[in-house]
Protein backbone atom coordinates (compact mmCIF):
# COMPACT_ATOMS: atom_id res chain seq x y z
CA UNK A 1 0.00 0.00 0.00
CA UNK A 2 1.49 3.59 -1.12
CA UNK A 3 0.71 6.56 1.54
CA UNK A 4 -1.59 9.04 -0.32
CA UNK A 5 -3.03 12.02 1.34
CA UNK A 6 -6.17 12.92 -0.18
CA UNK A 7 -7.93 15.81 1.32
CA UNK A 8 -10.28 18.77 0.68
CA UNK A 9 -12.46 21.53 1.95
CA UNK A 10 -12.42 25.67 1.22
CA UNK A 11 -10.82 28.40 3.08
CA UNK A 12 -14.26 29.62 3.96
CA UNK A 13 -16.20 26.85 3.70
CA UNK A 14 -17.27 24.24 6.39
CA UNK A 15 -13.86 23.07 7.51
CA UNK A 16 -10.95 20.78 6.05
CA UNK A 17 -11.30 17.13 5.30
CA UNK A 18 -8.38 14.26 4.69
CA UNK A 19 -7.99 11.15 4.29
CA UNK A 20 -4.76 9.36 4.61
CA UNK A 21 -3.88 5.78 3.12
CA UNK A 22 -1.18 3.45 3.99
CA UNK A 23 0.13 3.69 7.36
CA UNK A 24 0.56 0.00 8.09
CA UNK A 25 -1.82 -1.45 11.46
CA UNK A 26 -0.25 -0.82 15.06
CA UNK A 27 1.56 2.18 15.10
CA UNK A 28 0.94 4.47 17.94
CA UNK A 29 -0.85 7.60 17.32
CA UNK A 30 0.69 11.06 18.75
CA UNK A 31 -1.95 13.42 19.11
CA UNK A 32 -0.05 15.98 20.89
CA UNK A 33 2.52 16.09 18.40
CA UNK A 34 0.01 17.31 15.97
CA UNK A 35 -1.38 19.63 17.60
CA UNK A 36 1.99 21.13 18.34
CA UNK A 37 2.48 21.49 15.04
CA UNK A 38 -0.75 22.35 14.00
CA UNK A 39 -0.08 25.54 16.18
CA UNK A 40 3.33 25.70 14.74
CA UNK A 41 1.80 26.52 10.92
CA UNK A 42 -0.91 28.60 12.83
CA UNK A 43 1.18 30.82 15.17
CA UNK A 44 4.67 32.09 13.27
CA UNK A 45 6.14 35.38 13.25
CA UNK A 46 4.17 37.60 10.06
CA UNK A 47 0.42 35.97 10.48
CA UNK A 48 -2.47 37.76 10.04
CA UNK A 49 -5.56 37.75 12.22
CA UNK A 50 -6.96 34.98 11.20
CA UNK A 51 -4.60 32.65 13.77
CA UNK A 52 -6.58 34.62 16.65
CA UNK A 53 -9.52 33.10 15.88
CA UNK A 54 -9.08 29.63 13.69
CA UNK A 55 -7.89 26.70 16.71
CA UNK A 56 -7.33 23.99 13.62
CA UNK A 57 -9.25 22.13 16.46
CA UNK A 58 -9.43 18.10 15.00
CA UNK A 59 -11.15 15.39 14.78
CA UNK A 60 -9.81 11.61 14.10
CA UNK A 61 -12.92 9.86 12.54
CA UNK A 62 -11.70 6.25 10.86
CA UNK A 63 -8.18 4.50 10.94
CA UNK A 64 -7.31 4.96 14.85
CA UNK A 65 -8.64 2.56 17.32
CA UNK A 66 -7.67 2.49 21.23
CA UNK A 67 -4.92 4.89 19.94
CA UNK A 68 -3.10 2.73 17.59
CA UNK A 69 -3.62 2.83 13.86
CA UNK A 70 -5.93 -0.11 11.84
CA UNK A 71 -4.16 -0.35 8.71
CA UNK A 72 -7.41 1.17 7.02
CA UNK A 73 -7.81 4.64 5.75
CA UNK A 74 -7.32 7.25 8.52
CA UNK A 75 -10.33 9.86 8.02
CA UNK A 76 -9.36 13.45 10.22
CA UNK A 77 -11.54 16.81 9.70
CA UNK A 78 -10.53 20.52 11.18
CA UNK A 79 -13.70 23.14 11.22
CA UNK A 80 -13.78 26.47 9.99
CA UNK A 81 -14.28 29.19 12.43
CA UNK A 82 -14.14 32.18 9.00
CA UNK A 83 -17.25 31.01 6.91
CA UNK A 84 -17.73 34.22 5.15
CA UNK A 85 -17.38 34.32 1.50
CA UNK A 86 -16.64 37.66 -0.28
CA UNK A 87 -17.52 36.79 -4.08
CA UNK A 88 -14.70 39.18 -5.48
CA UNK A 89 -14.56 40.18 -8.75
CA UNK A 90 -11.28 41.61 -8.73
CA UNK A 91 -8.63 39.44 -9.17
CA UNK A 92 -5.15 40.09 -6.83
CA UNK A 93 -2.01 40.29 -8.75
CA UNK A 94 0.27 37.14 -7.78
CA UNK A 95 -3.00 35.05 -6.81
CA UNK A 96 -4.94 32.26 -8.44
CA UNK A 97 -7.72 34.91 -9.13
CA UNK A 98 -7.21 35.69 -12.47
CA UNK A 99 -6.58 32.13 -13.68
CA UNK A 100 -8.66 30.47 -11.71
CA UNK A 101 -11.30 32.48 -13.37
CA UNK A 102 -10.65 31.48 -16.42
CA UNK A 103 -10.38 28.29 -16.03
CA UNK A 104 -13.69 27.49 -14.69
CA UNK A 105 -15.06 30.63 -16.54
CA UNK A 106 -16.77 32.83 -13.84
CA UNK A 107 -16.38 36.37 -12.86
CA UNK A 108 -16.28 34.96 -9.20
CA UNK A 109 -12.88 34.15 -8.06
CA UNK A 110 -13.78 32.27 -4.77
CA UNK A 111 -14.62 29.42 -6.82
CA UNK A 112 -10.29 28.86 -7.42
CA UNK A 113 -9.29 31.43 -4.27
CA UNK A 114 -10.75 29.40 -2.12
CA UNK A 115 -8.97 26.08 -2.64
CA UNK A 116 -5.99 28.12 -3.81
CA UNK A 117 -6.22 29.44 -0.10
CA UNK A 118 -3.01 28.62 2.33
CA UNK A 119 -5.71 27.70 4.49
CA UNK A 120 -5.67 23.78 3.39
CA UNK A 121 -2.09 23.33 4.87
CA UNK A 122 -3.46 22.79 7.75
CA UNK A 123 -4.86 19.36 6.86
CA UNK A 124 -1.36 18.41 5.21
CA UNK A 125 0.01 19.46 8.40
CA UNK A 126 -1.87 16.77 10.27
CA UNK A 127 -1.30 14.26 7.82
CA UNK A 128 1.99 14.48 7.24
CA UNK A 129 2.63 14.36 10.86
CA UNK A 130 1.14 10.99 11.48
CA UNK A 131 3.85 10.27 8.52
CA UNK A 132 6.37 12.14 10.67
CA UNK A 133 5.46 9.91 13.56
CA UNK A 134 5.82 6.66 10.75
CA UNK A 135 9.03 7.39 10.26
CA UNK A 136 10.23 8.19 13.84
CA UNK A 137 10.61 3.96 13.81
CA UNK A 138 13.16 3.94 11.10
CA UNK A 139 14.89 6.32 12.69
CA UNK A 140 14.68 9.02 10.53
CA UNK A 141 14.14 12.65 11.87
CA UNK A 142 13.32 15.71 10.03
CA UNK A 143 14.41 19.36 10.88
CA UNK A 144 13.76 22.73 9.20
CA UNK A 145 13.93 26.24 9.64
CA UNK A 146 13.91 29.81 8.17
CA UNK A 147 17.00 30.93 6.02
CA UNK A 148 15.71 34.37 5.06
CA UNK A 149 13.28 36.85 5.35
CA UNK A 150 13.41 39.70 2.85
CA UNK A 151 17.01 40.30 2.06
CA UNK A 152 18.25 39.34 5.49
CA UNK A 153 19.72 35.84 5.75
CA UNK A 154 21.56 33.61 7.72
CA UNK A 155 24.49 30.81 6.64
CA UNK A 156 23.22 28.44 9.84
CA UNK A 157 24.05 24.95 8.65
CA UNK A 158 22.38 21.87 10.17
CA UNK A 159 24.77 19.33 12.62
CA UNK A 160 24.10 15.93 13.52
CA UNK A 161 22.63 16.94 16.96
CA UNK A 162 18.70 17.55 15.42
CA UNK A 163 16.96 17.12 19.15
CA UNK A 164 18.37 20.62 20.30
CA UNK A 165 18.41 22.23 17.40
CA UNK A 166 14.39 21.59 16.84
CA UNK A 167 13.55 22.34 20.19
CA UNK A 168 15.37 25.82 20.03
CA UNK A 169 13.44 26.48 16.11
CA UNK A 170 10.15 25.94 17.55
CA UNK A 171 10.89 28.56 20.34
CA UNK A 172 11.77 31.39 18.48
CA UNK A 173 9.12 33.50 16.54
CA UNK A 174 10.36 33.63 13.22
CA UNK A 175 11.84 29.70 13.79
CA UNK A 176 15.31 30.45 12.91
CA UNK A 177 18.20 29.08 15.29
CA UNK A 178 20.39 32.48 14.40
CA UNK A 179 19.50 34.89 17.27
CA UNK A 180 21.12 37.77 15.80
CA UNK A 181 19.57 37.21 11.70
CA UNK A 182 15.99 36.47 13.90
CA UNK A 183 16.17 39.74 15.43
CA UNK A 184 17.07 41.23 12.37
CA UNK A 185 14.15 38.88 10.68
CA UNK A 186 11.59 40.66 13.10
CA UNK A 187 12.51 44.09 12.64
CA UNK A 188 12.09 43.37 8.66
CA UNK A 189 8.87 42.14 9.67
CA UNK A 190 7.88 45.12 11.40
CA UNK A 191 8.91 47.36 8.90
CA UNK A 192 7.12 45.47 6.45
CA UNK A 193 4.13 45.71 8.19
CA UNK A 194 4.28 48.95 9.33
CA UNK A 195 4.57 50.14 5.37
CA UNK A 196 1.38 47.53 4.33
CA UNK A 197 3.82 45.75 2.62
CA UNK A 198 4.66 41.61 2.67
CA UNK A 199 8.01 39.53 2.04
CA UNK A 200 9.29 36.29 1.38
CA UNK A 201 12.39 34.47 2.10
CA UNK A 202 13.78 30.79 2.06
CA UNK A 203 12.71 27.70 4.16
CA UNK A 204 15.20 24.87 4.74
CA UNK A 205 14.32 21.06 5.70
CA UNK A 206 17.11 18.45 7.20
CA UNK A 207 16.22 14.76 7.57
CA UNK A 208 18.61 12.76 8.80
CA UNK A 209 18.66 8.76 9.03
CA UNK A 210 17.35 8.16 5.45
CA UNK A 211 19.27 4.81 4.85
CA UNK A 212 20.40 4.32 1.12
CA UNK A 213 18.95 3.20 -1.48
CA UNK A 214 15.63 5.56 -0.98
CA UNK A 215 13.37 5.97 -4.19
CA UNK A 216 13.38 5.07 -7.90
CA UNK A 217 15.60 4.65 -10.58
CA UNK A 218 14.02 3.34 -13.55
CA UNK A 219 10.82 5.71 -13.79
CA UNK A 220 10.93 9.48 -13.54
CA UNK A 221 8.13 9.70 -11.19
CA UNK A 222 9.85 7.39 -8.30
CA UNK A 223 13.35 9.87 -8.59
CA UNK A 224 13.24 10.82 -4.77
CA UNK A 225 14.65 14.11 -5.76
CA UNK A 226 11.57 14.76 -8.08
CA UNK A 227 8.80 13.51 -5.76
CA UNK A 228 10.50 15.74 -2.51
CA UNK A 229 10.82 18.98 -5.07
CA UNK A 230 6.96 18.26 -6.60
CA UNK A 231 5.91 18.59 -2.95
CA UNK A 232 7.69 21.45 -2.12
CA UNK A 233 6.89 23.27 -4.88
CA UNK A 234 3.07 22.16 -4.17
CA UNK A 235 2.99 24.73 -0.80
CA UNK A 236 1.28 27.64 -1.52
CA UNK A 237 3.61 30.90 -2.49
CA UNK A 238 6.86 28.61 -3.44
CA UNK A 239 8.33 29.28 -6.49
CA UNK A 240 11.71 27.74 -6.14
CA UNK A 241 13.18 24.21 -4.73
CA UNK A 242 16.97 23.58 -4.25
CA UNK A 243 18.34 19.68 -3.37
CA UNK A 244 21.82 19.86 -1.59
CA UNK A 245 24.03 22.60 -3.29
CA UNK A 246 22.23 21.93 -6.30
CA UNK A 247 22.52 25.49 -7.68
CA UNK A 248 26.10 26.46 -6.77
CA UNK A 249 27.30 23.29 -8.76
CA UNK A 250 25.74 24.58 -11.60
CA UNK A 251 28.88 26.85 -11.64
CA UNK A 252 31.43 24.34 -10.57
CA UNK A 253 33.50 22.16 -12.81
CA UNK A 254 32.88 18.02 -12.21
CA UNK A 255 36.00 17.65 -10.08
CA UNK A 256 35.07 20.01 -7.53
CA UNK A 257 31.23 19.43 -7.92
CA UNK A 258 30.95 15.38 -6.31
CA UNK A 259 31.36 13.96 -2.93
CA UNK A 260 34.15 11.82 -3.18
CA UNK A 261 33.17 8.09 -1.69
CA UNK A 262 35.04 6.49 1.27
CA UNK A 263 34.71 3.24 3.38
CA UNK A 264 34.90 4.11 6.73
CA UNK A 265 35.52 -0.04 7.75
CA UNK A 266 31.74 -0.80 8.64
CA UNK A 267 29.97 1.72 5.78
CA UNK A 268 30.56 4.07 3.06
CA UNK A 269 30.35 7.35 3.48
CA UNK A 270 30.53 10.55 1.50
CA UNK A 271 32.91 13.33 2.02
CA UNK A 272 30.51 16.10 2.01
CA UNK A 273 27.29 16.56 0.88
CA UNK A 274 26.62 19.02 -2.33
CA UNK A 275 24.42 16.75 -3.27
CA UNK A 276 22.02 16.68 -0.55
CA UNK A 277 21.68 13.02 0.34
CA UNK A 278 20.28 12.25 -3.23
CA UNK A 279 22.13 10.92 -6.10
CA UNK A 280 20.29 9.61 -9.13
CA UNK A 281 16.94 9.95 -7.49
CA UNK A 282 18.15 7.44 -4.98
CA UNK A 283 18.43 8.40 -1.10
CA UNK A 284 22.67 7.78 -0.88
CA UNK A 285 22.81 7.57 2.84
CA UNK A 286 23.84 11.12 3.89
CA UNK A 287 21.29 13.86 5.51
CA UNK A 288 19.02 14.89 3.14
CA UNK A 289 19.09 18.89 2.78
CA UNK A 290 16.32 20.55 0.66
CA UNK A 291 15.68 24.60 0.03
CA UNK A 292 12.59 26.61 -0.55
CA UNK A 293 11.98 29.76 -1.85
CA UNK A 294 8.83 31.81 -1.17
CA UNK A 295 7.42 35.30 -2.87
CA UNK A 296 5.61 37.78 -0.80
CA UNK A 297 2.47 37.33 -0.32
CA UNK A 298 0.24 38.61 -2.76
CA UNK A 299 -2.65 39.99 -0.96
CA UNK A 300 -1.28 43.91 -0.64
CA UNK A 301 -3.31 46.40 1.72
CA UNK A 302 -2.40 48.81 -1.41
CA UNK A 303 -3.08 46.64 -3.70
CA UNK A 304 -1.88 46.80 -7.45
CA UNK A 305 -3.13 47.40 -10.71
CA UNK A 306 -6.11 45.10 -11.59
CA UNK A 307 -9.21 44.45 -13.66
CA UNK A 308 -12.82 44.04 -12.51
CA UNK A 309 -13.77 40.52 -14.33
CA UNK A 310 -17.46 41.60 -14.62
CA UNK A 311 -16.90 45.95 -16.06
CA UNK A 312 -13.65 45.44 -17.59
CA UNK A 313 -12.36 48.39 -15.51
CA UNK A 314 -9.31 48.87 -13.93
CA UNK A 315 -9.50 48.74 -10.31
CA UNK A 316 -6.78 47.91 -7.13
CA UNK A 317 -6.39 44.80 -6.48
CA UNK A 318 -9.00 43.63 -2.98
CA UNK A 319 -7.00 43.69 0.37
CA UNK A 320 -8.98 41.55 3.14
CA UNK A 321 -7.51 39.93 5.91
CA UNK A 322 -3.91 38.53 5.33
CA UNK A 323 -0.24 37.88 6.31
CA UNK A 324 2.81 40.37 6.02
CA UNK A 325 4.71 36.93 5.79
CA UNK A 326 4.14 33.19 5.36
CA UNK A 327 8.26 32.06 6.00
CA UNK A 328 7.85 31.32 9.60
CA UNK A 329 4.75 29.21 9.31
CA UNK A 330 5.96 27.46 6.45
CA UNK A 331 8.24 25.66 8.05
CA UNK A 332 6.46 22.84 9.85
CA UNK A 333 4.44 22.77 6.40
CA UNK A 334 7.91 21.90 4.43
CA UNK A 335 8.95 19.31 7.28
CA UNK A 336 5.29 17.25 6.63
CA UNK A 337 5.09 17.69 3.12
CA UNK A 338 9.03 16.02 3.37
CA UNK A 339 7.41 13.24 5.73
CA UNK A 340 4.93 12.21 2.95
CA UNK A 341 7.37 11.36 0.63
CA UNK A 342 9.79 9.79 2.74
CA UNK A 343 7.10 7.45 4.64
CA UNK A 344 5.66 6.69 0.88
CA UNK A 345 9.04 5.53 -0.19
CA UNK A 346 9.92 3.55 2.84
CA UNK A 347 6.10 1.99 2.66
CA UNK A 348 6.60 1.53 -1.27
CA UNK A 349 9.96 -0.54 -0.22
CA UNK A 350 9.74 -2.37 2.75
CA UNK A 351 5.87 -3.07 2.66
CA UNK A 352 3.95 -4.24 5.45
CA UNK A 353 0.20 -4.92 6.55
CA UNK A 354 1.49 -4.05 9.88
CA UNK A 355 4.35 -1.52 11.34
CA UNK A 356 6.06 -4.88 12.93
CA UNK A 357 5.99 -6.88 9.83
CA UNK A 358 7.41 -3.44 7.99
CA UNK A 359 10.18 -3.21 10.18
CA UNK A 360 11.13 -6.63 9.77
CA UNK A 361 11.47 -6.11 6.32
CA UNK A 362 13.75 -2.76 7.17
CA UNK A 363 15.83 -5.22 9.33
CA UNK A 364 16.55 -7.62 6.97
CA UNK A 365 17.60 -4.73 4.37
CA UNK A 366 19.77 -3.17 6.69
CA UNK A 367 21.29 -6.76 7.24
CA UNK A 368 21.98 -6.92 3.82
CA UNK A 369 23.67 -4.03 2.93
CA UNK A 370 26.26 -4.26 5.65
CA UNK A 371 27.40 -7.39 3.68
CA UNK A 372 27.70 -5.11 0.46
Known amino acids: MRVKLTYGGESHGYGLAGILEGIPQGMEVDL ?23 FDNFTIICGVMIGETTGGPIGFMIKNASRELRHQRIPRPGHV ?10 HDIDVAAERGSARETAIRVLGGTLCIQLLEHFNVKITGWVESIGSISTDFEITEDFDTITEFIKKTPVAC ?29 AVKGVIPGIGG ?25 EIGKGFSQAKMR ?20 LAGGIEGGLSNGEMITLRAALKPIPTLKNGLPSVNLETKQS ?48 EAYKDA ?3 L
Not at 32 to 54: C, D, P, Y
Not at 98 to 105: S, T, V
Not at 177 to 205: C, F, H, W, Y
Not at 227 to 235: D, K
Open 369 to 371: IKR
Open 254 to 273: GSQAHDPIFWGGASYYHQGN
Open 177 to 205: PDMVAAQMMTNELKIAADSNDTLGGTVRV
Open 97 to 106: DLAGALKYGT
Open 315 to 362: APGPYYRSDTCAVPSSVVIAETMTALVLADAYLEKFGGDSLNETLRNF
Open 217 to 241: IGDPDKRLDALLAAALMSIPSVKGV
Open 32 to 54: NQIKLNLARRKMGAGRGERSNFE
